[in-house]
Nanobody
Framework: QVQLVESGGGLVQAGGSLRLSCAASGRTFSAYSMGWFRQAPGKEREFVAV????????YYEDSVKGRFTISRDNAKNTVYLQMNSLKPEDTAVYYC???????????????WGQGTQVTVSS
């Protein structure tokens, strides 16, 4: 079992920045690729970014490329999502998740956090 707890969400104006954190406990954190997903009201959960076990590979959804950066610190069992140049359309609940695969598909993730709200005002 892996327990995931997100933090760092909040209300920010368009153009601003936030850094989300996801702290993991339980099984070996470095054994997992970590992903960030988001779900806006009335929409399906969508992939945002993924990072492999050692941080050597990352992949982003097109709309966040160049604005968001995913990173991890295996010594701290934490994955981060730095979000810059935020837009109102980034408003959503953001979830971190863990998978033994390297994937953009939510169904392949085994463990999920409870989510943290990000609201971007125009």
């Amino acid at each position: 079992q892996v327990q995931l707890v997100e933090s760092g969400g909040g209300l920010v104006q368009a153009g601003g920045s936030l850094r989300l954190s996801c702290a993991a406990s339980g099984r070996t954190f470095s054994a997992y690729s970590m992903g960030w997903f988001r779900q806006a009201p009335g929409k399906e959960r969508e992939f945002v970014a993924v990072i492999n076990w050692n941080g050597g590979n990352t992949y982003y959804e097109d709309s966040v490329k160049g604005r968001f950066t995913i990173s991890r610190d295996n010594a701290k069992n934490t994955v981060y999502l730095q979000m810059n140049s935020l837009k109102p359309e980034d408003t959503a609940v953001y979830y971190c998740a863990a998978t033994e695969r390297y994937s953009t598909y939510a169904d392949w993730y085994d463990y999920w956090g409870q989510g943290t709200q990000v609201t971007v005002s125009s």
